[in-house]
């Protein structure tokens, strides 16, 4: 049980499209889900809380209009990276609580070139 | 802010040796605390929750002990198989949000 699925884990793009990953939960409801980026061997760092119905929160430093975040329903949270660049290139992880006291679930991550 | 830190960043052990990894963490008003594995280009897979009541969490051949007072968790994985080689990630919740911060990680390499 528990399980988030993650799509695609991974694609290629040019520079200046925009690409779209999904988040599912498979077998509960999450009302939040959370994006992730995670450089070469460094970790993971948060880069927004998607909230089911609502705006979503992002961290300090991360750019609402270059990552566009949709949470339309209670399994699935889409991140958009518009207009995307090189820099942009980066491994997208999405996660989310299942229950009250229970840890967290991760998808099978997304690796993104931009070429 | 909570800083998190995995203490070493790799480590290689013989098939059979027992592995010890560390996590410290400076706010010590942590909800929970989560240990995970990743392997290259992969998502997470969570090994062991303990909450913030808890000193010890067991699973099989893996014992995690968390000492809030002090910011540190342990991860113990006993008889080491070459099936163990992943990268494991500490990952802290605070008690005030749904946040959680990771380490950098520890990537462990068990050797046949």
């Known amino acids: 049980g528990a399980v988030v699925s993650q799509h695609p884990s991974w694609v290629i793009c040019k520079s200046g499209t925009s690409v779209k990953i999904e988040c599912r939960s498979l077998d509960f409801q999450a009302t939040t889900m959370f994006w992730y980026r995670q450089f070469p061997k460094q970790s993971l760092m948060l880069m927004a809380t998607?909230?089911?119905?609502?705006?979503?929160?992002?961290e300090q430093g991360v750019e609402k209009d270059k990552f566009l975040i949709n949470h339309a329903s209670l399994t699935l949270s889409t991140l958009t990276v518009t207009s995307a660049h090189p820099e942009d290139s980066s491994f997208y992880i999405c996660?989310?609580?299942?229950?009250?006291?229970?840890?967290?679930?991760f998808g099978s991550g997304t690796r993104l070139t931009v070429v | 802010k909570q800083e998190v830190t995995q203490i070493p960043a790799a480590l290689s052990v013989p098939e059979g040796e027992n592995l010890v990894l560390n996590c410290s963490f400076t706010d010590s008003a942590i909800y929970n605390l989560q240990w995970f594995t990743q392997d290259p280009g992969k998502g997470l897979t969570s090994l062991l929750l303990?909450?913030?009541?808890?000193r010890e969490q067991t699973s099989g051949r893996l014992n995690a002990s968390l000492d809030k007072s002090s910011g540190r968790s342990t991860l113990y994985i006993a008889a080491s198989q070459p099936g163990d080689s992943a990268t494991y990630l500490c990952a802290v919740r605070r008690s005030n949000d749904y946040k959680l911060s990771f380490g950098a990680g520890t990537t462990v390499t068990v050797r046949a």
């Open positions: 998607s909230n089911e119905g609502s705006k979503a929160t992002y």
């Open positions: 303990i909450q913030s009541s808890q």
């Open positions: 996660s989310a609580k299942p229950l009250p006291h229970y840890g967290y679930t």
